[in-house]
């Protein structure tokens, strides 16, 4: 099973040579990047989880609504939101989408587990920060999916043969090719494949000056929109299941 999702954030970096990005033109960079996303997954029929940065959430009600009525997942993303701020988006999502939200991920602050059980989310989906050094590291992680305090823990996926990571960095830098055939050698030894993308990076930094390391800018933009396509493409040619997250978990 390969679980499909995306991370809608803000492009948070500075700008460079003096160009000057309001946040309401960083929020429409996320929304246009979002849109193209969702535009590539109807041609394909794919469905997808996509997990909103909490504090975004009352900002993007109408793309929310847009990506639900497509029947993709709304999941959260906390970046570093109070539990109290997480509590009163996930009632207002809700009573917008009138749908539960179940799933929640976290990656450099992390609320206890116990809590998010009592706001009723049903499963945690952390991830690490992606090191450019990664590839020389030897990475060891359990890949099944448990159960800790009442809710089901999703650990990130990893290639059991390459020991590649399956986060965004890694699909933006591998030639789609050889991310076509870990995918497939994964699956082999693994039940599902959890693969996450950032909104971001679809943004066309020709166009839009953020000052970040030249290797985030590699194959961005419009070539990830390309890449996106490529692999579902190829998932639907090779008749390789797809599922929300949810639907997978529970």
């Not at 993007?60 to 988006?89: D, M, R, T, V, W």
């Not at 055939?181 to 990076?201: A, D, H, P, S």
């Not at 396509?229 to 639907?236: E, G, P, V, Y």
Request: charged share 30%; net charge negative; aromatic share 12%.
């Amino acid at each position: 099973m390969v679980l499909l999702t995306f991370n809608i954030l803000n492009m948070e970096a500075e700008t460079k040579n003096g160009f000057q990005i309001t946040d309401e033109e960083r929020l429409k960079i996320t929304e246009e990047n979002t849109k193209a996303i969702l535009r590539i997954l109807d041609i394909h029929d794919i469905k997808a989880s996509f997990f909103v940065e909490v504090s975004l959430t009352e900002k993007l009600q109408n793309l929310i609504k847009a990506i639900s009525s497509k029947g993709h997942e709304i999941a959260f993303y906390n970046k570093g939101s109070k539990l109290p701020e997480i509590e009163n988006a996930k009632k207002n999502i809700e009573d917008l989408l009138e749908k539960q939200i179940r799933g929640i991920r976290q990656k450099d602050v992390k609320i206890p587990q116990g809590d998010l059980k009592l706001l009723e989310f049903n499963y945690v989906s952390n991830i690490d920060n992606a090191n450019i050094l990664f590839p020389f590291k030897r990475l060891k992680r359990d890949t099944e999916i448990t159960e800790e305090d009442g809710l089901s823990i999703v650990p990130e996926s990893i290639s059991p043969y390459s020991q590649l990571p399956y986060n965004d960095f890694v699909f933006q830098i591998l030639p789609m090719k050889y991310y076509q055939n870990m995918v497939l050698e994964t699956l082999q030894n693994e039940e599902f494949v959890l693969i996450y993308l950032n909104t971001w990076q679809f943004t066309d930094f020709k166009k839009h000056c953020f000052d970040i390391p030249f290797y985030r800018t590699l194959f961005s933009g419009k070539k990830m929109e390309d890449k996106l396509d490529a692999l579902l493409t190829f998932l639907n040619t090779r008749e390789m299941a797809t599922s929300r997250m949810k639907d997978y978990i529970f």
